[in-house]
C-alpha cells in the first residue's frame, strides 16, 4: 500500500476517528497522526492503544503541518474546531469529516472560512456501534461499509479522489452524493430510528412499574431498542444539525403512525394486515440480516 | 425425567407450537403428540421432522382423548378453536395456549364454554424470532426464557402446577401474572415496539426513493427494523386482540415522540439531551446486549 499522507492530524479520536486511524496504521497509509481532542486522559489512551502517534494541546497545533485533516467530534463542535484551524491550514490541505449532516458541515465552513477551502471533502461513513470512545474503536469498522462523500461545488478532483482512495484502502465502498441528498436519505434510514428508540426506551422509562417492564423484554425488545444506547450528545447534535431534514421524515412517520393507530381503533383487521404485509415485504427485499 | 402427559393436542404447529413439540420430544415430557393446523402440508412436514407423531383433521379429532391440549394458533383463531373443543375435552383437561394477549383468550373461552374450564391455564412466552412456520421451530426456543401463565379465577391448582412443570421442563423460567397485567407490560415491551418498527419500514417503503434510501440502512437500522420481518397475520391478530392496551402505551409513546419533536423544532439542545440521557439510562441499566 502506499503512503498516501505524511501528517495526519485527527481532530476527534472517538470510535469512529480512532478506528480510522487504527485502518490507516494498518494498511501503512501514513507516516504519523497527530491527535487532538477535549480530555487529555483520552488523547493519552489513544496514544497507548497505538492509535495516535502523538497529541496536541490544541486544533492550531494538530493540524500544523498535517496534509490530511479527519474532524471526527460531534456535529456541534464543527464550527469551534474549523476556527481553529483557519489560517494554519492552506486552501488545498485535505480536509475531510465524519459528521452525520452534510449541509451544516458545509455551512459551519462557509461560515468560518468564507470560501470553502478547495481541499475539503465532506464524508460521512455508514459505520459504527452503540459504543463510543477510542477504547471502542478497531480498524476494520469500515470493511464493507458504506462511506458518503459530498465534495462541494469547489471540491478539488485530487482532494475528492485522495479521500476516496483513503475510505476504499480501509476498505470501504466510495459512494458520492450530493449534500441535502446525504441528509435526506440519513434522516430516513438512520436519525429517524434513533429518534424513535430514544423515545420508546424513555416511554418505558417513565412508566411507574418501568423496572418490571423492562423484566419482560425479549430479544426483539433488545434489537430495536439497542441504538438507544448511543451516545446522546452525538445524536443530539446530530438532531439539531439535521434537523429539516428529520422533521420531513418524522412528521411522514407520524402520519403513518396515526393512520395505523385508527386502524387498531377501530380494530380493523384489513387494514392492519395491509400495513404490515407492505411493511414485512419491504424489509424482506430490502435488508439482508 | 417423567412423563407429564400421555396425550398431547397441539392445535397450531408452527414457530411456538413446534418448538414446544420439540422440546416436550426431546425432554421424554410426553407420550404421544397429534398436530392440528389448516395447512395439511404443513402438517406433514412437522410429522417428517419429527416434531409431531401424528396429525388429525379436526379439532376434535385432535384434542379427542388428550390430557393435555395446546392452542398455538393466531389470536383471531382462538373463538372458533375453542368452540371445536366443546364437548370433546372435559372440564378438567389441561388446556394451555401461547396467545400474547390474554384477556383475549380468556374472553374467547368464556364466550364459548360459558363457564371456564378448571383445566385451563392461559399463558405466554416471551420467546420467538422474526420468522415463523414448524420449519423454524426449534427445542431450545425456551431455555432461560419467561414464561408467563395467567391463571383465571377457577383454574385448578393442578393444572397450575402441570403447565408450570411443563415449561420449566422445557428450560423456561415461569412466572404467574394477572391477564390485565400481563397485557399491560407486554403491550409496552412487545406489541408497542412491533407497531412501531412496521410503521417505520412501511413509511420508508412508501417513500418514491425507497430501494435507495435502503441501499444506506446500516447495522442499526437493520436490528430495529428486524421485528418488522415477523408475521402479518400474527401481529395483525395482537393488535386487535390487545386494542386498549397497546392504545394506551401508543399514546403515550406519541406523546413522548411529540415533546421530542418540538425540542428538535426548537433545536432545544438540553431537552434534547436530557431525553436521550434518560433514555440511554433506562437502556443501559436495564437491557443486557
Given amino acids: 500500500m502506499t503512503v498516501l499522507f505524511r501528517r495526519v492530524a485527527l481532530i476527534g479520536v472517538g470510535l469512529i476517528g480512532g478506528s480510522l486511524a487504527r485502518g490507516l496504521k494498518k494498511q501503512g497509509l501514513c507516516a504519523s497522526i497527530t491527535g487532538y481532542g477535549r480530555s487529555e486522559n483520552e488523547l493519552k489512551k489513544a496514544v497507548e492503544l497505538g492509535v495516535i502517534d502523538q497529541f ?4 492550531r497545533d494538530a493540524v500544523k503541518n498535517a496534509d490530511l485533516v479527519v474532524v471526527a467530534v460531534p456535529m456541534s463542535a464543527f464550527e469551534s474546531v474549523f476556527s481553529d484551524m483557519q489560517g494554519v491550514v492552506a486552501d488545498d490541505t485535505i480536509i ?5 449532516a452534510k449541509e451544516s458541515v458545509i455551512a459551519a465552513a462557509k461560515s468560518v472560512f468564507g470560501e470553502l477551502p478547495t481541499g475539503l471533502v465532506p464524508g460521512h461513513p455508514i459505520a459504527g ?10 480498524d476494520s469498522l469500515f470493511e464493507n461499509r458504506r462511506v458518503i462523500l459530498t465534495p462541494t461545488q469547489v471540491s478539488s478532483k485530487n482532494a475528492v479522489d485522495l479521500v476516496g482512495d483513503m475510505w476504499r484502502a480501509v476498505g470501504a465502498e466510495v459512494v458520492l452524493m450530493a ?12 436519525h429517524l430510528p434513533h429518534v424513535l428508540a430514544f423515545s420508546l426506551v424513555e416511554t418505558l422509562g417513565e412508566m411507574h412499574e418501568s423496572s418490571e417492564i423492562f423484566r419482560y423484554a425479549a430479544g426483539g425488545f433488545r434489537d430495536f431498542t ?8 452525538m445524536w443530539r447534535d446530530i438532531c439539531v444539525s439535521n434537523k429539516d431534514a428529520i422533521l420531513t421524515v418524522l412528521k411522514k ?7 395505523l393507530e385508527l386502524a387498531i381503533e377501530a380494530q380493523d383487521s384489513e387494514a392492519i394486515n395491509q400495513i404490515f404485509v407492505r411493511a414485512k415485504k419491504a424489509r424482506d427485499e430490502n435488508i439482508v440480516d
Fill in 56 to 59: 496536541a494541546s490544541s486544533v
Fill in 96 to 100: 475531510t469529516d465524519v459528521g452525520s
Fill in 129 to 138: 456501534t452503540e459504543k463510543s470512545g477510542v477504547e471502542a474503536s478497531f
Fill in 179 to 190: 449534500p441535502d441528498h446525504h441528509d435526506h436519505v440519513l434522516a430516513a434510514t438512520s
Fill in 226 to 233: 439497542r441504538i438507544a444506547s448511543s451516545d446522546p450528545t
Fill in 253 to 259: 412517520y407520524e402520519r403513518h403512525l396515526k393512520a
